[in-house]
C-alpha cells in the first residue's frame, strides 16, 4: 500500500483557516486520496475525498498538487468541535471490486488543537 | 448520528468471560467491519463482511469470533480474552466496493477493558 506522512499535531485558533498537509510521494496514477477524522471518544468519520481536482463539501475543501504527490485538508474557518485527529489514507479507486479495496489503513494522523 | 450503532458502549470483562459486541447498521449496506484501536496505536482491521461472507481475517487470534447473520447486524463474539486486549472496538459499513461511493461509516465504538 503507498504510504502517506503527516505531521503529528498542529494547532489552530477559532474562526481562522487551517491547512493540514499530507504526504505521498509514491501514489499511483489511480490512487484516491481519503480523509477522515477522528473526534475524541466518538470512531472516525469520513470528510472528503479526491483524484487530481480539488474537490469542496460543506465540511472541507482538499487542494491536491498537480504531481499528486502531496494534498492539503482546509477547514475554512476551525470551530472548537474541529478539533479531531485527522487521517490522510489513500485507496483503490470505487469502481474497483476486489478485497484491496475494502480496506481503509489509517496512519497516525495529525491531532489538530484549536484554541478559543 | 451516523448510522450506525454499537452496544454496549463501555464493557469490563474478567479473562474467563464470554461476552459479545453488537453492531447495527441503518443505512442499506452490504460490507460490515470490526476494527481495533488500541491505545497510541493506528486502527487496526480486524475482519470484514461482504454480503455477509467473511472476506477478510486480519491474522485475528480465534478468542475473537465475529459473526454476521444479516446485512444489518454484526457480532464479535469473545471469549478467554487476555488484557491486551482492552481496546476501542469499532464497527463499521459501507457499500460493496464497485457499487459507487465506498466511504466507510463507522459507529461510536465499544470500550472494552479487560481484568
Known amino acids: 500500500d503507498a504510504k502517506t506522512t503527516q505531521p503529528n499535531s498542529m494547532e489552530s485558533n477559532e474562526e481562522e483557516p487551517v491547512h493540514l498537509p499530507c504526504n505521498h510521494s509514491t501514489i499511483s496514477g489511480t490512487d484516491y486520496i481519503h480523509w477522515y477524522r477522528q473526534l475524541p471518544s466518538q470512531g472516525p468519520e469520513y470528510v472528503i475525498h479526491g483524484l487530481t481536482s480539488n474537490v469542496n463539501n460543506r465540511m472541507a475543501s482538499l487542494a491536491i498538487a498537480e504531481d499528486r504527490k502531496s494534498s492539503t485538508l482546509i477547514l475554512h474557518r476551525a470551530t472548537l468541535r474541529d478539533a479531531a485527529v485527522y487521517y490522510c489514507i489513500l485507496r483503490d479507486p470505487p469502481h474497483l471490486r476486489g478485497g484491496s479495496n475494502y480496506k481503509l489503513t489509517f496512519g497516525k494522523g495529525t491531532l489538530l488543537t484549536v484554541n478559543p | 448520528e451516523t448510522g450506525v450503532t454499537q452496544t454496549p458502549r463501555h464493557l469490563v470483562m474478567g479473562m474467563t468471560n464470554k461476552k459479545s459486541l453488537k453492531c447495527e447498521q441503518h443505512?442499506?449496506?452490504?460490507?460490515m467491519y470490526w476494527y481495533k484501536q488500541s491505545a497510541k496505536k493506528p486502527l487496526e482491521l480486524m475482519f470484514v463482511y461482504s454480503l455477509e461472507e467473511r472476506v477478510e481475517n486480519n491474522s485475528v487470534p480465534s478468542r475473537f469470533s465475529p459473526e454476521c447473520p444479516n446485512s444489518s447486524h454484526l457480532f464479535l463474539h469473545l471469549h478467554t480474552l487476555q488484557p491486551e486486549d482492552s481496546a476501542l472496538y469499532l464497527c463499521?459499513?459501507?457499500?460493496?466496493?464497485?457499487?459507487?461511493?465506498?466511504?466507510?461509516?463507522f459507529g461510536p465504538g465499544t470500550r472494552l477493558t479487560v481484568t
Open positions: 443505512l442499506g449496506h452490504n460490507a
Open positions: 463499521a459499513s459501507s457499500r460493496i466496493p464497485g457499487q459507487g461511493a465506498y466511504e466507510q461509516y
